[in-house]
């Protein structure tokens, strides 16, 4: 099992370009997350999908659009990159629900300039 | 809203030493508290848990034990080993999301 993949491992991007985040798991979990990870803030919730077929708005939303494609795949969507969403992107998945542990993907690198 | 407290870092020990990280919470309802590890490089991974008012979480000689009355969830090890350098994360949980601590930097030398 691979777990929780995520493409593309490192970007960067000029402001204003777009580009899509991929997440995808294999364990068969109803619940997917993206997070961002700045210096000294810890993990914020971009946006959650409890289940297939919905999702939700976390902490921090703005400039970000999310797709759960299925079960497996859960893409975040920048479309017009700004220097403010240069961070760390962490995808994770759990069987349903945060009460349970939550599997995180190696995390995307995105550098906006 | 929810949010977690956690000491800031970094925090040095040298190996065979005692380690403490504090975190403290606020939250409505019963929230489920977790510490995550995160390695170099890597994303992060479940160390703990506990679901309810003193549940002791344990792993990889970590513990800690959920203090309703001081709304606390204190990480400890009894002896620290290089492997343990990584960055620490409180989170709690009260349904769908997790809500994390900014994370603690430990550094164990040699």
């Known amino acids: 099992n691979a777990g929780v993949t995520q493409t593309p491992k490192f970007q960067v991007l000029k402001t204003g370009q777009s580009m899509t985040l991929q997440c995808a798991q294999d364990?068969?979990?109803?619940?997917m997350y993206w997070y961002r990870q700045d210096p000294g803030m810890g993990l914020r919730l971009i946006y959650y999908?409890?289940?297939?077929?919905?999702?939700d708005k976390g902490e921090v939303p703005n400039g970000y659009n999310v797709s759960r494609l299925n079960k497996r795949e859960f893409s975040l969507r920048l479309e017009s990159a700004a220097p403010s969403q240069t961070s760390v992107y962490f995808c994770?998945?759990?069987?349903?629900?945060?009460?349970?542990?939550?599997?995180f993907g190696p995390g995307t690198r995105l550098t906006v300039t | 809203g929810d949010s977690v407290t956690q000491m800031e870092g970094p925090v040095t020990l040298s190996e065979e030493a005692f380690l403490t990280i504090n975190c403290t919470y606020t939250?409505?309802?019963?929230?489920?508290l977790f510490w995550y590890v995160q390695y170099p490089g890597e994303g992060l991974q479940l160390l703990l848990k506990?679901?309810?008012?003193?549940d002791k979480g344990s792993n990889k000689g970590f513990e800690a034990t959920y203090r309703k009355e001081t709304t606390s969830f204190h990480l400890e090890k009894g002896s620290v080993q290089v492997s343990d350098s990584a960055v620490y994360f409180c989170?709690?949980?009260?349904?769908?999301?997790?809500?994390f601590g900014k994370g603690t930097s430990l550094l164990v030398t040699p």
């Open positions: 994770a998945s759990s069987e349903l629900g945060a009460l349970n542990e939550q599997y």
């Open positions: 364990m068969n979990h109803n619940s």
């Open positions: 989170a709690l949980s009260t349904g769908y999301a997790l809500n």
């Open positions: 939250a409505t309802g019963y929230p489920s």
């Open positions: 999908s409890a289940s297939e077929g919905t999702t």
């Open positions: 506990a679901t309810k008012a003193d």
